[in-house]
Every structure is written in structure tokens, then in C-alpha cells.
């Protein structure tokens, strides 16, 4: 039943947001006017409505679902995937720390840079996969893929609607950030190797491996054109080159028409202007190009894209699911009650409040922050909040979405892993409020400097911190000595 768990826990946290509309009023903030007071009750109806809305917002992430379920269908059919999987395992069998760090480093530092979660989905059951193989849990594969992600967000450098919304560049609080993102992707990576349980001993010598070199460097290839497509160069180094070339090809005309836009077409963009169907469609291709090396049949085509699809209905339903929560807050007008509440005056406790409940209840960074940011900026009587709310909201925002009923990514690591929202919260329950406060004091330092909070919360993290290591040396004794027991026992059992 832990398949539906996920499903459950959305209809809940959907019938909370129907249920508290019938007695919060509503705010309704349209082109800067704030009106209050009126209650808007979201009916059973509105939220069916609601669904298609959420649908309409979320169906370029739908295509990409599917486009990477496509992609792995693919890899299946050529019976080179699971060796693959198998051959990387193999190589780290003796290095599984440092596989961890590579994942955990790629994944943040990929989501810090590109300031999307999304992205890294087409790449994220491959990493889980091979951390399955190297012997560790299905916690520490989420973690250190879905967890990494998220807290990369959390110090993302380029974050489109904070920065259009609040007048800001990439350059603010850029140091801050870099810091931010270190330190909770250091701490991400101690909390995975410390804490967890050593890796299981597993024997992959005995494993038949297939030649799978040109797999190798597709997947090298395709991890490259990301990056090259979703970082912001011209933003980050003002480099125009990759525009100037596209520029060029399009240039090239007969007869005044483009030959390039007439064989590629009008939508490519540069490199560093990718958005997420762009991605797509690049998946979609590379699909393609695999099935062609390897000989994938028309028919196994199709049939894989079958499989896709069927595989791909429970994500997107968790994707529509959360849509409907946020959806039904906004139209309701509770969620901008609750901004109006906490906005007169912005500091790091009403943005951190702020911050916090939308990460609860608006699963897409996008609209969490084009809505809240704006909410705050049209209610607050505060001045010169900008950049201090930005690195806030952000930091707070993503490592909500560690614990949210609605996060998305974590609900599809998950589905992917088959565990359940109560064995993750349990999991992952410690490590969020450790980092939670990290975060506080690294905020704390970067809006008002290292004053008396900074250091109560430092003395709080040292003290909670050593807390966790006692209680996991206590474990570590206590499992030596069940072993030991259970080798006394089998090694009398040998001698009779």
C-alpha cells in the first residue's frame, strides 16, 4: 500500500485547503489594489476545475515526464541500461564515498547555477539506481539525489522572478549564496556517509557486464549540452557567443529564407536560454539516436513509449495533485491572507514564516515565489528588504520542500523508491532541522551580521549535532555487537 500512501496524503493536505477556505477570508492583490475580508469558498467543483487548471500550468513538465520515462523505456529495450548501471557500480564498488560526493556536488551545484529542480530528472534513476547497486538505502539514494538537488536550489544563483520581481541581479548576495550552497551540500554529504547505515557488502564481480561504452558517452554527452543549455552565461559572465553563433546559422539565407530555421526550425534557442521543453525535445532526440545505434525495432519503439506512458501516469498525477493545493489557495485567496499577515514589516523571522508556509503549499518554485514576492511587495510598509528577502525566501523555500505534503520532486523520489511519506519524514526529520538552523545562522550573518542569534543558534547546532553523533555511536555499538553474536553463533554451529 505504499504506492497510494503519496496519493493519500495529497487528497488530505487538497480537502484542508477546500475545508479552511469556508472559513479564512480571502485577499485578493490584482495589478497592485489589495482587497480583504470576503470569504471565497473552493467548492467540490472548483477543485475539479482546479485540476484542469493545474494541468494547463504543468504540461510542459507533463511532456518532460514523459519524454524521460521515453528515454528509460529506450534504455531498457536495449538491454544495455542494467550493465550500464552494473559498470559504473563496479568502478565505484571500492570508492562509494566518492561517488556519493560526485552525485551530491553534480546534482546541487547543477540545480544552484540553472535555478531549476526540474532539470536534473532525466539523470536522477540512473544516480539512484547505481547508489542502489553500491549497497546503500533508499533514504540515502534520495537523499543524495532529490535531497541534493532541492539544496542546491536553496543558494541558487540565478532566480528569474526574484530577481525581476525585487529589482536584483545575480550578483547579490552572490557570495552568500556560494557559501550557503557549500555549506548545506557539505553537510547533506555528512549526514549521508555519518549518519546512515554503512552500505551493504555486495559482490558485483560475479555480474555479467556488456560492452556499453557507446552508452557511456551518450549519457557523458547529453549531461554536457544540459549544463551548456541551462546556465546563464551571458547573466553570469556576460558571454554572448553561444547567441552570436545562432545568430549566424540563422543568417545564412536563399531566396531571403533561413536555411537553418527552415530545417531545424524557429523555437531552438542558444545555448544558456534552455527552458524545460527545450529539454524535451533534446531527450526526445537522443531517444531516438539510441534506438538507432542499438537497433531498437519500430515496433519495440512504439511499445516502448507504451510503457512510458503507463509508467509516467503516477507522477503526473502527484505533479496535478499538488497543483490543485496551491491553485485552490490562491483562488480561495487564503494563502495571500496569510502573506498580508506576516508583510507589514520583513525581517528575517516574517520572511522565514513566509517563506516556510509557501514551501508547504506551492510545490513550484515559479509561481511560489512570483506570487509570494509579489504579495510581499505590494503589502510591506518595510524599506530596503529587497535583497535580504530574495536569499531568504529562496534559502527557507527549498528546504521546506525536504518535509512538504506537496513537495514534488520528493514525492517522485519517493514513488521511484517505493517508500512512504512516514518512513522519509522519519528519515529525514533530523537532518532538515540541523540544516534549517545552519541556514538561519548563515541568513542571520548575511542580513544583519554575526550578532547575539547567530551565535544561540550556533551553540544550539554544535550542541544538537554532538546530541545526533552520540545517539549514532550508540547504534554503531550496538549493531557490532549483534554481529559479533550472530558470528559466535554461526562459527559454533560450524565447529559441531
Same mark, same amino acid.
Given at each position: 500500500?505504499?504506492?497510494?500512501?503519496? +496519493?493519500?496524503?495529497?487528497?488530505?493536505?487538497?480537502? =484542508?485547503?477546500?475545508?479552511?477556505?469556508? =472559513?479564512?477570508?480571502?485577499?485578493?492583490?490584482?495589478?497592485?489594489?489589495?482587497?480583504?475580508?470576503?470569504?471565497?469558498?473552493?467548492?467540490?467543483?472548483?477543485?475539479?476545475?482546479?485540476?484542469?487548471?493545474?494541468?494547463?500550468?504543468?504540461?510542459?513538465?507533463?511532456?518532460?515526464?514523459?519524454?524521460?520515462?521515453?528515454?528509460?523505456?529506450? !534504455?531498457?529495450?536495449?538491454?544495455?541500461?542494467?550493465?550500464?548501471?552494473?559498470?559504473?557500480?563496479?568502478? =565505484?564498488?571500492?570508492?562509494?564515498?566518492?561517488?556519493?560526493?560526485?552525485? *551530491?556536488?553534480?546534482?546541487?551545484?547543477?540545480?544552484?547555477?540553472?535555478?531549476? /529542480?526540474?532539470?536534473?530528472?532525466?539523470?536522477?534513476?540512473? +544516480?539512484?539506481?547505481?547508489?542502489?547497486?553500491?549497497? &546503500?538505502?533508499?533514504?540515502?539514494?534520495?537523499?543524495?539525489?532529490?535531497?541534493?538537488?532541492?539544496?542546491? @536550489?536553496?543558494?541558487?544563483?540565478?532566480?528569474?522572478?526574484?530577481?525581476?520581481?525585487?529589482?536584483?541581479?545575480?550578483?547579490?548576495?552572490?557570495?552568500?549564496?556560494?557559501?550557503?550552497?557549500?555549506?548545506?551540500?557539505?553537510?547533506?554529504? $555528512?549526514?549521508?556517509?555519518?549518519?546512515?547505515?554503512?552500505?551493504?557488502? *555486495?559482490?558485483?564481480?560475479?555480474?555479467?557486464?556488456?560492452?556499453?561504452?557507446?552508452?557511456? /558517452?551518450?549519457?557523458?554527452?547529453?549531461?554536457?549540452?544540459?549544463?551548456?543549455?541551462?546556465?546563464?552565461?551571458?547573466?553570469?559572465?556576460?558571454?554572448?557567443? =553561444?547567441?552570436? +553563433?545562432?545568430?549566424?546559422?540563422?543568417?545564412?539565407?536563399?531566396? @531571403?529564407?533561413?536555411?537553418?530555421?527552415? /530545417?531545424?526550425?524557429?523555437?531552438?534557442?542558444?545555448?544558456? $536560454?534552455?527552458?524545460?521543453?527545450?529539454?524535451?525535445?533534446?531527450?526526445?532526440?537522443?531517444?531516438?539516436?539510441?534506438?538507432?545505434?542499438?537497433?531498437?525495432?519500430?515496433?519495440?519503439?512504439?511499445? $516502448?513509449?507504451?510503457?512510458?506512458?503507463?509508467?509516467?501516469?503516477?507522477?503526473?498525477?502527484? !505533479?496535478?495533485?499538488?497543483?490543485?493545493?496551491?491553485?485552490?489557495?490562491?483562488?480561495?485567496?487564503?494563502?495571500?491572507?496569510?502573506?498580508?499577515?506576516?508583510?507589514?514589516?520583513?525581517?528575517?523571522?516574517?520572511?522565514?514564516?513566509?517563506?516556510?508556509?509557501?514551501?508547504?503549499?506551492?510545490?513550484? &518554485?515559479?509561481?511560489?515565489?512570483?506570487?509570494?514576492?509579489?504579495?510581499?511587495?505590494?503589502?510591506?510598509?518595510?524599506?530596503?528588504?529587497?535583497?535580504?528577502?530574495?536569499?531568504?525566501?529562496?534559502?527557507? &523555500?527549498?528546504?521546506?520542500?525536504?518535509?512538504?505534503?506537496?513537495?514534488?520532486?520528493?514525492?517522485?523520489?519517493?514513488?521511484?523508491?517505493?517508500?512512504?511519506?512516514?518512513?522519509?519524514?522519519?528519515?529525514?526529520?533530523?537532518?532538515?532541522?540541523?540544516?534549517?538552523?545552519?541556514?538561519?545562522?548563515?541568513?542571520?550573518?548575511?542580513?544583519?551580521?554575526?550578532?547575539?542569534?547567530?551565535?544561540?543558534?550556533?551553540?544550539?547546532?554544535?550542541?544538537?549535532?554532538?546530541?545526533? !553523533?552520540?545517539?549514532? @555511536?550508540?547504534?554503531?555499538?550496538?549493531?557490532?555487537?549483534?554481529?559479533?553474536?550472530?558470528?559466535?553463533?554461526?562459527?559454533?554451529?560450524?565447529?559441531?
Amino acid at each position: 500500500m505504499k504506492k497510494y500512501n503519496l +496519493f493519500k496524503i495529497l487528497g488530505i493536505v487538497i480537502l =484542508f485547503t477546500v475545508i479552511i477556505s469556508y =472559513f479564512v477570508p480571502g485577499t485578493i492583490i490584482s495589478y497592485g489594489e489589495v482587497s480583504k475580508d470576503t470569504i471565497m469558498p473552493v467548492a467540490l467543483t472548483d477543485t475539479f476545475f482546479n485540476g484542469l487548471t493545474s494541468l494547463s500550468v504543468f504540461i510542459t513538465t507533463i511532456v518532460y515526464i514523459l519524454t524521460v520515462g521515453f528515454f528509460y523505456a529506450i !534504455l531498457d529495450k536495449t538491454e544495455k541500461y542494467d550493465g550500464l548501471v552494473t559498470s559504473v557500480a563496479r568502478r =565505484f564498488s571500492k570508492r562509494k564515498t566518492l561517488f556519493i560526493a560526485l552525485v *551530491v556536488f553534480i546534482l546541487g551545484i547543477l540545480s544552484a547555477v540553472t535555478g531549476q /529542480i526540474y532539470v536534473a530528472l532525466f539523470i536522477l534513476p540512473f +544516480f539512484i539506481s547505481v547508489i542502489r547497486k553500491l549497497g &546503500y538505502g533508499r533514504g540515502a539514494a534520495i537523499a543524495a539525489t532529490i535531497g541534493a538537488t532541492i539544496i542546491g @536550489n536553496a543558494g541558487s544563483l540565478h532566480t528569474y522572478y526574484n530577481n525581476q520581481i525585487l529589482n536584483l541581479t545575480v550578483t547579490d548576495n552572490l557570495l552568500y549564496k556560494i557559501v550557503l550552497t557549500l555549506v548545506l551540500l557539505l553537510a547533506l554529504l $555528512a549526514f549521508i556517509l555519518v549518519f546512515n547505515k554503512k552500505p551493504e557488502k *555486495v559482490d558485483l564481480s560475479k555480474e555479467n557486464v556488456s560492452k556499453t561504452l557507446p552508452l557511456k /558517452i551518450i549519457m557523458g554527452i547529453l549531461l554536457v549540452l544540459v549544463v551548456l543549455g541551462f546556465v546563464p552565461w551571458g547573466e553570469y559572465f556576460g558571454f554572448d557567443g =553561444f547567441s552570436k +553563433f545562432l545568430e549566424t546559422l540563422q543568417s545564412a539565407k536563399v531566396a @531571403n529564407v533561413s536555411i537553418f530555421n527552415s /530545417i531545424v526550425g524557429n523555437e531552438i534557442v542558444e545555448f544558456g $536560454a534552455f527552458e524545460l521543453h527545450n529539454l524535451a525535445l533534446l531527450l526526445f532526440v537522443v531517444t531516438i539516436v539510441i534506438a538507432i545505434i542499438y537497433r531498437v525495432k519500430f515496433n519495440e519503439v512504439i511499445n $516502448a513509449f507504451g510503457i512510458a506512458f503507463r509508467k509516467s501516469i503516477p507522477y503526473i498525477v502527484i !505533479l496535478l495533485l499538488a497543483g490543485i493545493v496551491f491553485i485552490n489557495l490562491y483562488t480561495s485567496g487564503v494563502y495571500y491572507t496569510f502573506v498580508t499577515a506576516f508583510s507589514e514589516k520583513i525581517n528575517l523571522f516574517t520572511s522565514s514564516v513566509i517563506s516556510g508556509v509557501t514551501g508547504l503549499f506551492y510545490p513550484d &518554485y515559479t509561481y511560489a515565489s512570483q506570487f509570494a514576492l509579489s504579495g510581499v511587495s505590494y503589502t510591506t510598509s518595510s524599506t530596503g528588504y529587497e535583497a535580504a528577502l530574495a536569499i531568504i525566501f529562496q534559502a527557507i &523555500y527549498s528546504l521546506v520542500l525536504l518535509i512538504s505534503p506537496t513537495s514534488i520532486l520528493v514525492f517522485f523520489g519517493l514513488r521511484y523508491t517505493d517508500v512512504s511519506y512516514k518512513d522519509w519524514m522519519k528519515y529525514i526529520w533530523k537532518f532538515f532541522l540541523i540544516v534549517l538552523l545552519v541556514a538561519l545562522v548563515i541568513l542571520s550573518i548575511a542580513t544583519k551580521g554575526f550578532g547575539l542569534f547567530a551565535i544561540i543558534v550556533s551553540i544550539i547546532i554544535i550542541g544538537l549535532v554532538i546530541l545526533a !553523533l552520540l545517539d549514532h @555511536n550508540k547504534k554503531l555499538i550496538k549493531e557490532v555487537k549483534k554481529e559479533a553474536k550472530e558470528e559466535a553463533k554461526e562459527s559454533k554451529k560450524s565447529k559441531k
